[in-house]
């Protein structure tokens, strides 16, 4: 099967209120498979998707919800 590529860059505003939250979510669209974090500034995210699919999955916003509700909840991994 061949895949569709069209490559595009898009912004999306991240809803973190720290660096850490910042980081954990543009890692997060980053280890997501067609996406890269190429850009983070001002509460925006620049993103690279290789497909219209791949872009889709990060503009729907759920990963974001994710990362924020970590982040509200105050877990913080322990020291190893």
């Known amino acids: 099967p ?3 590529i069209q490559p595009h ?3 999306v505003e991240a809803s973190q209120s720290s660096e ?9 669209i980053t280890l997501t ?3 890269v974090t190429v850009d983070v500034a001002d ?10 699919e791949a872009a889709a999955g990060v ?3 759920k990963m974001d919800r994710k990362v924020t509700k970590l982040e509200a ?3 913080r991994p322990k020291n190893v």
Do not use: Q
């Open 2 to 4: 061949r895949m569709e």
């Open 9 to 11: 860059i898009f912004t």
């Open 20 to 28: 850490l939250g910042n980081v954990v979510y543009s890692h997060s």
């Open 33 to 35: 498979p067609g996406t």
């Open 43 to 52: 509460g925006e995210m620049s993103v690279h998707a290789l497909t219209k």
């Open 59 to 61: 503009k729907n916003g």
């Open 73 to 75: 909840s105050g877990n």
